[in-house]
T-cell receptor, first 116, second 116 residues
């Protein structure tokens, strides 16, 4: 069985500071993909970043980077220079194998609030 | 349209009423997923289609839930005899055909169902 654990229900961060959102996962699959999604109050799920289990380098997308530690089964999201618009729910997610056909499972989320 | 479209955005149903939720995926996307998101929680997988074939319905919570995608594009999630515990946001997501290299799922804005 696959499981995603996000242990931070909520976080407050000062604008322009960096923030790390924690994510650990459990899977018996050898190949898998890890995702982070942002969900603002409007409700849509916005894809942020992807890391494949065999990718040797940590993924980066603009201000987002994924700190992938395979042995520890962790995939933390780092947001540099936070902005007010970053306030939202953030979900860590996993797909079981390299295929767009398998389901994505999600963690319970972290609510990030940016203070001006 | 450019994205995944869901309708209605909001639905209030009386307990025992049947409801139908519609999803228009991104044109050409083969894979389609339905998720249920309770308030303050992460999305929970319901079912998956590849074209018109329903390949995974392991997440449907009861036989009151039924999904179809008869022509491999638009999908409908039907809930019969709604109960209060069905109140949630129902999210639809689509993926391009497997093998294109795209890995993330593109989500619609969801339908918020409230059963009273």
């Amino acid at each position: 069985a696959q499981k995603i654990t996000q242990t931070q229900p909520g976080m407050f961060v000062q604008e322009k500071e960096a923030v790390t959102l924690d994510c650990t996962y459990d899977t018996s699959d050898q190949s898998y993909g890890l995702f982070w999604y942002k969900q603002p109050s409007s409700g849509e799920m916005i894809f942020l970043i992807y890391q494949g289990s065999y990718d040797e380098q940590n993924a980066t997308e603009g201000r987002y980077s994924l700190n992938f530690q395979k042995a520890r089964k962790s995939a933390n999201l780092v947001i540099s220079a936070s902005q007010l618009g970053d306030s939202a729910m953030y979900f860590c997610a996993m797909r079981g194998r390299y295929s767009s056909a398998s389901k994505i499972i999600f963690g319970s989320g972290t609510r990030l609030s940016i203070r001006p | 349209g450019a994205g995944v479209s869901q309708s209605p955005r909001y639905k209030v149903a009386k307990r025992g009423q049947d409801v139908a939720l519609r999803c228009d995926p991104i044109s050409g996307h083969v894979s389609l997923f339905w998720y249920q998101q309770a308030l303050g929680q992460g999305p929970e997988f319901l079912t998956y289609f590849q074209n018109e074939a329903q390949l995974d319905k392991s997440g449907l919570p009861s036989d009151r839930f039924f999904a179809e995608r008869p022509e491999g594009s638009v999908s409908t999630l039907k809930i019969q005899r709604t109960q209060q515990e069905d109140s949630a946001v129902y999210l639809c997501a689509s993926n391009p055909s497997p093998g294109t290299g795209s890995t993330e799922a593109f989500f619609g804005q969801g339908t918020r169902l409230t059963v009273v």
